[in-house]
């Protein structure tokens, strides 16, 4: 059975840190990426980075480059999202998935069209003083 589970969020003041872990376990092959969605009430689920498995390239919004970076531990099954400079607009909560597709059939709305295959239960991210 397959099974992302997320840790390490939070509350964190406006220009703090929090990294994020996601264990992935129950994959019979590799899936094709794995990414991290946000969510914030009233609104639907948008992408924020994903790495591929392949050749773990990586993909950010705008609104995070420069202050986000995903990583991979492929020994440990384990997927990262380092979170510098947090912003209030950062909060929400933050769920792993893996994508149904390859990701690459997205193209550049990829953080709006993700059909998620499998998805964790998410953790929650508070950028507040």
């Known amino acids: 059975q397959v099974q992302l589970l997320e840790s390490g969020g939070g509350l964190v003041q406006p220009g703090g840190s929090l990294r994020l872990s996601c264990g992935a376990s129950?994959?019979?092959?590799?899936?094709?990426?794995i990414g991290w969605f946000r969510q914030v009430p009233g609104k639907e689920r948008e992408g924020v980075s994903y790495?591929?498995?392949?050749?773990?390239?990586?993909y950010y919004v705008d609104a995070v480059k420069g202050r986000f970076t995903i990583s991979r531990d492929k020994a440990k099954s384990m997927v990262f999202l380092q979170m510098n400079n947090l912003k209030p607009e950062d909060a929400g909560v933050y769920y792993c998935?893996?994508?149904?597709?390859?990701?690459?059939?997205?193209?550049?709305?990829?953080?709006?069209?993700?059909?998620?295959?499998?998805w964790g239960q998410g953790t929650r991210v508070t950028v507040s003083a």
């Open positions: 790495i591929t498995t392949s050749d773990e390239t990586t």
């Open positions: 998935t893996t994508p149904g597709h390859p990701p690459g059939v997205y193209g550049r709305r990829w953080h709006t069209d993700w059909q998620g295959a499998h």
């Open positions: 129950g994959f019979r092959k590799a899936p094709h990426a």
